[in-house]
């Protein structure tokens, strides 16, 4: 696999984003916790820019003992970003699409070598 250069680790801070270019392969590069993840900016269900639309909490609907709806809220814990073609939205941490997590974006690993990050495609 090739190495491809993104940018200096300490340009990037939690919540940015970076789309990169690796030949002809769009990739979507996120900061989250420190964590980098790197996906395809295809999206799954008609090519859209899948990376480069909202990111935003994933939204909870916590259910009382009787399955009654105590409202709805935004979980502190997991991302998702949202193609902004036609609203397919993905997991940050794993790629997946929350609709069918049978489906996901494919991943690419990134590398830091010192300050330096690469994307491996």
Not at 19 to 25: C, D, S
């Amino acid at each position: 696999m090739k190495e491809q250069f993104v940018g200096k680790a300490a340009e990037f801070k939690d919540g940015d984003r970076r789309i990169v270019f690796a030949g002809e392969v769009e990739i979507g590069l996120f900061k989250d916790n420190g964590q980098f993840y790197a996906y395809s900016n295809t999206c799954l269900h008609q090519f859209g820019p899948a990376c480069e639309g909202l990111i935003i909490a994933k939204v909870d609907e916590p259910l009382n003992a009787d399955k009654t709806s105590r409202g709805m809220q935004f979980s502190e814990t997991e991302l998702h970003f949202v193609c902004p073609w036609h609203g397919y939205e993905y997991d940050l941490r794993t790629g997946e699409c929350v609709a069918d997590r049978r489906m996901r974006l494919r991943k690419y690993d990134v590398v830091q070598k010192g300050d330096e990050l690469y994307v491996l495609a």
